[in-house]
């Protein structure tokens, strides 16, 4: 068996008033939050699905359903937990992991330290092995006006 899998993960949540903005385990000031059953943290939720996609271990919807009542309000840091409890069961331990957010407001890079942080504690990894970047969309589709945000997001696993 190989001993490196390699896994993507992608979300997008809708941006409304009167919600909180979770990104990467970080409460991001903004006018608008995420919309969502859980705290709708697409950053986490994208490299949560990398992780299980990269161990061929479903994804995010197969372990936390939102039509079960005890994800509802979740912390995503929790199921990241979850998450590397899985993979670790399974036999991986986690590489790097690498992510992008698109969003056009607010401004992410005052938070990325705490963002790679939060990730890199939860999973029990090198800050180093831990990227994370961001991107507007020029202004362009359902990012651009401000309707929503997206995470991809890539992760290696090395056998353990
Ligand atoms: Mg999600």
């Known amino acids: 068996m190989t001993p490196f899998r ?6 997008v949540h809708r941006l409304v008033e009167g919600r909180d903005l979770w990104l990467g385990g970080v409460k991001v000031p903004a ?9 709708a943290d697409v ?26 009542a005890a994800w509802k309000d979740a912390d995503s840091r929790d199921l990241l937990r979850r998450v590397k409890e899985i993979i670790s069961a399974d ?12 969003l056009e407001k607010p401004k992410i890079k005052p ?10 504690g ?10 994370i970047k961001a991107t507007t969309n020029e202004g362009m589709g359902f990012v651009g006006r401000g309707e929503g945000v997206c995470a991809h997001a890539v992760a ?3 056998r353990a």
């Not at 390699?6 to 979300?11: K, R, S, T």
């Not at 006018?31 to 705290?39: I, M, Q, R, T």
């Not at 938070?111 to 890199?120: G, K, P, Q, W, Y």
């Open 6 to 11: 390699i896994g993507y993960g992608y979300d």
């Open 31 to 39: 006018e608008k939050g995420a919309l969502g059953h859980s705290d």
């Open 43 to 68: 950053l986490l939720h994208a490299i949560c699905d990398a992780l299980l996609g990269a161990a061929g271990s479903g994804d995010i919807g197969t372990h936390f359903p939102d039509t079960d």
């Open 91 to 102: 036999g991986w331990t986690v590489g790097n992991v690498d992510a992008t957010l698109v």
């Open 111 to 120: 938070h990325v330290s705490a963002m790679r942080e939060t990730i890199a």
């Open 122 to 131: 939860i999973l029990g990894i090198d800050l180093s092995a831990v990227g």
């Open 156 to 158: 290696l696993l090395v």
